[in-house]
């Protein structure tokens, strides 16, 4: 058996009791989620209290960061749910379609809430006449620590693990990940690929766009940190997929597309192709910015 970790034992509830028949349940996935966004809504804050990182001052009120959160919120589980039915299981909802609004049961796809955010930030701009390009560069750098946490979730979820692996710090899963790959008396090692996307989409991406939007003047360049954003998690994620194993959430292009699309052999995931318009839309926009 190569050598492996084992898979720590962390349960995915922080604590769960009864309440007048009610069964109450916090877990870590929705912890990560309440934590990131009160860490971005710090990010924000503080950006705020600086006139001097903004072109012409800062473009809202602190008082107005609760409005604004509630539009994020919806976009996030909106359009992350939406995104997850239409992306990964159309046919399993269309025969059941009530389960969509089961989201207690798991379930929520990145890019369907991102296009939910990008949706509530543009109507939260016109409602507010706030410069949607400031508005957008500091919710990009506000958004990495949800991301971070969310992916680190994942994995105390023992979900959306990688591929059979035999490097030294491949992960032994339990569950259907500990399914023999290699022989009939060895679990699995798989790649934590959770923890790959943690450290960057997360925790690389977000010290970047920290760095660039507080020392570097960024937020005064409008489009530049989501432009950043867009290529630097599209690519992050693009790149992991080559190692995430496919799963139940795993879609090839082949399979529900009718199509065939392959770079060196590799089909391309449901992942690398959502990405793709992410990584093409951020490197036109810093184009276009470089020319003017």
């Known amino acids: 058996m190569y ?3 084992p898979f720590p034992d ?24 309440i934590v990131g966004i009160a860490i971005g809504w710090q990010i924000i804050k503080a950006a705020l209290k600086r006139p001097h990182l903004w072109r012409n001052g800062p473009p809202m009120q602190i008082s107005q960061l609760e409005d604004l959160l509630t539009y994020v919120v919806i ?8 995104g997850y039915v239409f992306f990964y299981k159309p046919a399993e909802f269309m025969a059941d379609p009530i389960s969509i609004i089961r ?10 809430g991102f296009v939910g955010v990008v949706l509530g930030v543009y109507l939260f701009s016109r ?22 946490l969310v992916r680190i979730a994942n994995f105390v ?23 023999s790959c290699a022989t009939a008396t060895e679990p699995c090692v798989r790649h934590p690929s959770q923890l790959y996307e943690a450290g960057l989409e997360g925790l690389l991406l977000g010290t970047l766009l920290l760095f660039l939007a507080f020392r570097f003047g960024a937020l005064k360049k409008p489009w530049l940190l989501s432009a950043i954003f867009f290529v630097g998690y599209g690519m992050a994620r693009f790149i992991v997929e080559f190692v995430r194993q496919p799963d139940a959430q795993f ?23 959502l990405s793709l318009p992410m990584i093409l839309v951020g490197l036109t926009v810093i184009l276009m910015a470089r020319r003017r």
């Open 251 to 273: 879609v090839t292009v082949g399979n529900e597309l009718g199509l065939r699309l392959h770079i060196d052999g590799y089909g391309l995931t449901m992942g690398q192709l």
């Open 103 to 112: 989201i207690w049961e798991g379930g929520l796809s990145f890019h369907g």
């Open 75 to 82: 976009g996030v589980i909106g359009g992350g749910r939406l």
């Open 157 to 179: 979820n023992a979900e959306l693990w990688g591929r059979p692996t035999d490097l030294p710090w491949g992960v032994i899963f339990p569950g259907a990940a500990a399914q």
């Open 10 to 33: 962390i349960s995915p509830e922080i604590f769960s009791f009864t309440l007048f028949g009610f069964a109450i349940v916090l877990r870590w996935y929705a912890m990560a989620y």
């Open 127 to 148: 409602r507010h006449k706030i410069p949607l390009p400031d508005l957008a560069d500091i919710i990009a750098v506000a958004a990495t620590p949800a991301i971070l």
């Open 3 to 5: 050598a492996a970790i």
